[in-house]
């Protein structure tokens, strides 16, 4: 903590020194810049042009150009993607007070979307950490799930096994798995269970997606080791109705509908959200393990369909409550439940013996509750809650030990027989109707005082708790009657201290973390006591652990285009109930004696642009990045040649660094143009047996373009017709680390490079209200894969309709 307070003393110092002298031939100007609807605008620039002075306005949309000698000036103000807008002031005295309203609003019109549904930055990407901020409008009316729209963002990785709901990882810069956490406005997404995730939230729910590699800020504090993916759903307090309904490839349907109502006299306000997911999945699979074995084992390579990988989902979230009245901002409560249902094509990889008949059902039924209130009691003092509490359960059924080929027919033995496992179940292990039951908590509180135009205080709570039960219809009553318990509790604790400086030029944030952590694993036994008489003790097994971290985050607006920005942070990353407990499922095994991972991470970024030349406009920004890592959480690095294993085991691979760099190119031209474009290369390294390897399974280079035009008036006045594509690009990378000089087999275990290419259209009616979009992924048909031997869905077509109503 005496490194954060001699950083909080040094950043006091520059803030005392940044305020204004007083001379009586020279002023200060003052003023707030609002949206033609009346809310602040956070980040614009605001500069005069003889003598050159800028600043940017702070979230509040307060703005401060000190020290003018007295005379005229024409102020300008620039905000991303928009239009200089010009004011004439005199100075004539120590302090002008202005208010500018602008001649636009914050939100953009669906003809200046990109692909990527990001035209602009916010002021969250100019505070100095490492964070891409990701629009939704477009997203929103097409056929691209929230997985997919994330996987085009410089720096991420999406890497699914197989098609709509299967198990998804996240990799953020390289760090992966739970490394990366995922939030839905600040409450992660694993407190609402499997069938409420990525894979089935539609964007039409959602405002925007902060992605936050490396160090993650106060608002957001929990033991996110290699960054943030934050989900922020919509939470306007105007009326509006939007459904969607899509139809394509493998028998796949998407619905949802979502809606607002408030009532203005007196605030009262209900919100409902509403969707449904199914897809068969049975698309096209080859490869070394989808064969079909005759008589004498002779081994034959189809092409197969997927036959038991069906997936479903439903759910919705209702929510009461108040917005915009004089005691609340936002004050909901509400219900958030959901189900899914999905069948099991095989384990971990694809082996020449596919599963039937084996799935897995989860549902979760939450309550849940959203304060937010600025300027609580007093000027500067804001406060936001946000909390879930219910039950989530997942249970996986496996019953049929018959063996099944690809062809979807029994498997016959050498002799031609059909045959049946002798553990009777697909997975080995045995038959099971196993269920586990969760109960789940998780409430964030954050308050942030500020004290002045220049500095603010924030602190951050964050708690969590799973109380698990595991039990098995198939095991015996008494096994059933003693059932054991998995609990796990987890606070995180942090304090921030903000700066906004010279002019709002630098922009600095200081912060400290506390971690803990306490897991208790209760397993009742049958043992014999000292007559001889049976009885039951508990086993158990706990641990509370602690940690600090620390970090800051800085950013310099050298010019209104170019802006240096720095973070770096201590972190820690605490072992999750699933890599603890393991998970059936998920075909985990449990490992109670893994270790908490740590890293030192640092970021270096530069932002230059938005550029206007013309009809022409431009960006650029770049990151350089260093994780230093220790006691990394992974799965176990292979070093032998058998990959067929169906269970998992997640443990501590070593210490070791990873380096990269991250880049992205905006251009638009006309408005009606667009290329986005951007980077990833990195290195990872691992000390293993205390042999240095590179992390294997694990691709090092990635790119990924997006392409718009927009035609005006197609068919009809007022309409508009957009053309979209996309690309995709993974660079080759093996699932075992270099095995030396001898190469021999190597090509076996290689993930090929991958170019995966889509396309689609989208024309919205001169109402604006309709739009209909269709899709082609993947577009020549190219096997693709994110994890060895397993495939993704080949080309795929989807149609899709989008209804909207605002302000009815």
Known sequence: MLKIVSVLSLLLSISAFSQPTEDTKRGTITGTIYFKNGTPVAAASVFTEKPIKHTYTNDKGFFSLEDLPYGSYTIAIKYYGKEIEKRTITVDKQNIQIKHTLSYNETNELDEVLVSGKTKETEIETQGFAVNVIKTEEASIRNIQTNELLNTSVGVKIRQNGGLGSEVSYSLNGLSGSAVRIFIDGIPISMYGSSFNLNSIPTSMIKNIEVYKGVVPVHLADDAL??????????DAKTNLNASVSYGSFNTLQANLNGLYRFEKTGFTVKASLFHNYSDNDYKVTGRSVVVTGLGGVQTPITARRFNDAYRSTGG??????????????????????????????GAFMTITPYKDRFLESNALLANLTYQKRDLFTKGLDVKVNGVYGKRNRSINDTVSWAYSWSGDRAIDFRGDEYQYTWRSQQEGGP?????????????????????????ITANHFYSGIDREDSDALRSVLENTFKGSRDLHKNIYALSYELSALQNKLRASVFGKLYQQKTISIDPDIVQDEDGNAIVVDEIVDSNKKYEGYGFAASYAVSPDFTVLASAEKAIRLPNETEVFGNDGDNVVANPSINPEQSNNYNLGFRFGSYKIKKHEFSVATNLFTRNIKDRIGLPIETSLNIDDELILYVNQGSGTSKGIDAQFNYTYNKNFGINFNVSRFSLNIVNNGIEIDVPNTPFFTMNGNLRYSFKDVFQKKSRLNLFYTMYFTDEFSYLPKQGTNTVGDEFFKVPTQLAQDFGFSYAFPSKRLVASFDIKNIFDEPVYDNLSVQKPGRAFYFKLNYSIHKF
Do not use: P
């Open 226 to 235: 290699g960054g943030a993916i934050n989900v922020v759903l919509h939470q």
């Open 317 to 346: 979230m209702v929510q009461l409550g108040y917005t915009d009245v004089k005691w609340a901002d936002q004050f909901l409560i509400g219900v958030t439940g959901s189900d899914d249902y999905k069948e099991v094509q095989h």
């Open 432 to 456: 099971t109707l196993a269920k586990i039951d969760r109960k789940v908590a998780s409430i964030r509180t954050g308050v942030s005082y500020a004290i002045n135009q220049n500095n603010k």
